[in-house]
């Protein structure tokens, strides 16, 4: 068959190392971008432009005006749709690039559904923003062989990591466990600068260019860290990780938190001044019969997506899975509160 290289990718080709061929595998390639806030958005969007064929974004949150400040994608317009970030994203990639197929889902990641999120892509693609999203995405990909790219960023200060399972060190032969709570700065403490984001996000989807374009072979066998404020570049080589950490995930094969036995539980939203709150799996809410229940209680508002109710100062907003997002607190148990007061439980 042949396969004619649209014009919109013809720079891209006239690179040497990724070349007709690599483009041809982008365009047959799938990839899974978990999380749509910073990172993710700018890492679904140089994948989308660069031609990979199938792009599905899975976010759990909605636009607010404090994200306008580095998750590019967005603008005012979606904050004022209270627009969930994947439909926001999805809508203006598919304006980007229409030859590639965009899926947005709204959705958290958890071990009930991470199976039906990333058994049929090739690649997956951290744009996180907590480790035990990244400690679930780890098991999964090491018990089933998919590749992914870890990356984080806070303050000026960003990392990435390329797993390939089998070939290299995974997360946990770096990271045994996630940093306690209160042990790491998150982004209410140091802040986040939105160059931070653009420099981690680009090593991110070049990494999973590499893979997607069918070379493994090319990627880094470090963990990078660059510090942009100090202007400073570090690569730790974690290549004999592999052979010598006694890992509890790809040496002894123990995928606890794919066994869901490791709870992502509530979930303090990062610089956001907010608490998440998971329902059982499997659970449906009609938003229309929630809006009638509320009717009266405060200001609703309401879109195929999610309803947000306000009452004083804080926000609730229910999605059609069950999930509650609080604003305006960051105590779990005054949003289990305001949860069961207004949503029951």
């Known amino acids: 068959m042949n396969f004619a290289i649209p014009e919109r990718y013809d720079r891209q080709v006239r690179f040497a190392p990724l070349g007709t061929e690599g483009q041809r595998k982008l365009a047959a390639s799938r990839a899974l971008v978990c999380g749509c806030g910073a990172l993710g958005s700018v890492i679904a969007e140089m994948l989308v432009r660069a031609g990979v064929g199938f792009v599905r974004i899975v976010d759990r949150d909605f636009v607010e005006l404090s994200n306008l400040q580095r998750q590019f994608l967005f603008d005012e317009q979606d904050v004022a749709a209270v627009l969930p970030k994947t439909a926001a994203a999805a809508e203006k ?105 653009g420099v981690i996000a680009s090593i991110e989807a070049s990494e999973a ?55 992502l539980g509530p979930a303090v939203l990062c610089g956001r001044n907010a608490v998440q709150l998971a329902a059982p799996p499997g659970t449906t809410l009609s938003l229309d019969e929630l809006a009638s229940r509320l ?26 899975d069950g999930r509650t997002i609080v604003s305006g607190t960051d105590d779990v148990a005054v949003a289990r509160s305001l949860q069961a007061k207004y949503v029951g439980s």
């Open 93 to 197: 990639l598919r304006r980007i690039n229409s030859a590639v197929t965009v899926e947005g889902i709204v959705a958290d990641i958890t071990h009930a559904n991470i199976e039906r999120l990333a058994g049929d892509v090739d690649a997956i693609v951290d744009g996180t923003d907590n480790f035990a999203t990244r400690f679930l995405i780890n098991d999964f990909a090491v018990k089933h062989g998919k590749p992914w790219v870890y990356g984080g960023a806070i303050g000026s200060e960003g990392q990435s990591m390329t797993i390939v399972p089998g070939q290299t060190a995974c997360l946990a032969c770096l990271l045994p466990e996630p940093p306690p709570p209160g042990s790491t700065p998150t982004c209410d403490t140091a802040g986040i600068l939105g160059p931070t984001v």
């Open 209 to 263: 260019l590499k893979i997607l374009s069918g070379r493994v072979d090319l990627i880094s066998r470090s963990l990078t860290v660059v510090e942009l404020w100090d202007n400073r570049l570090r690569q730790i080589d974690v290549s004999r990780l592999h052979e010598t950490s006694d890992c509890r995930v790809c040496r002894h094969g123990e995928f606890a938190w794919l066994a869901g036995l490791r709870e």
């Open 295 to 320: 009717a009266g209680v405060g200001p609703i508002v309401r879109n195929r997506f999610l309803l947000r109710l306000t009452v004083g100062e804080q926000q609730i907003t229910v999605f059609p």
